[in-house]
Antibody, heavy 119, light 113 residues
């Protein structure tokens, strides 16, 4: 069974750093792109970008380039989304999702990680 | 970036009736080499992650009831839900995956009339 399990809710202050995780199981983690999607409170889905865990090749949406960093550790089947200096506007639910092998639609999703940034 | 625009923003339909929602992309997402439209539909219920319903514009994901269907090509796409059930209340999103960034539409909120 394919599963993506994300790390739990986080509360941080503006300016702090954060790294959240997405652990895959039940499939070949290294050879499937993982995407990250942001959903701000009460809003729609925003595609942030993707990473290929096999070689850590990452593609960012221009809206998120320079604002976040994707990484992956294929030895433990885990992808990461990282911020170096959080802003209040980063408050959102963040989802990871597997891209169907070879294609761009997302067939399995994590449960989401809620990030709250507040002073 | 390819802009994807959904309509309407919200929709109220009676149980057992048909719901129809649309998406338009700012450029064609039909890849001539494979004759596939790189277009998907997702359903998101409150408090849950999105769920893949339709890919390649019209291919139903395994386990999705056949009352859900997708159609369209190029820049115009439609999601149709026949015989609307109470459990279909959700927000529906479309997405193009023809070119990065793989943009989503803004969503259509479906309610029961």
């Amino acid at each position: 069974e394919v599963r993506l399990v994300q790390s739990g809710a986080e509360v941080r202050k503006p300016g702090e750093s954060l790294k959240i995780s997405c652990k895959g199981s039940g499939y070949s983690f290294s050879t499937n792109w993982i995407g990250w999607v942001r959903q701000m409170p009460g809003k729609g889905l925003e595609w942030m970008g993707i990473i290929y865990p096999g070689d850590s090749d990452a593609r960012y949406s221009p809206s998120f380039q320079g604002q976040v960093t994707f990484s992956a550790d294929k030895s433990i089947n885990t992808a990461y989304l990282q911020w170096s200096s959080l802003k209040a506007s980063d408050t959102a639910m963040y989802y990871c999702a597997r891209h169907r092998p070879g294609w761009g639609h997302s067939d399995y999703w994590g449960q989401g990680s809620l990030v709250t940034v507040s002073s | 970036d390819i802009v994807v625009t959904q309509s309407p923003d919200s929709l109220a339909v009676s149980l057992g009736e048909r719901a129809t929602m649309n998406c338009r992309s700012s450029q064609s997402v039909l890849f001539s080499g494979t004759n596939n439209n790189y277009f998907a539909w997702y359903q998101q219920k409150p408090g849950q992650p999105p769920k893949l319903l339709i890919y390649w514009a019209s291919t139903r994901e395994s386990g999705v009831p056949d009352r859900f269907s997708g159609s369209g090509s190029g820049t115009e796409f439609t999601l149709t839900i026949n015989n609307l059930q109470a459990e279909d209340v959700a927000v529906y999103y479309c997405q193009q995956y023809y070119d990065t960034p793989y943009t989503f539409g803004q969503g259509t909120k479906l309610e029961i009339k």
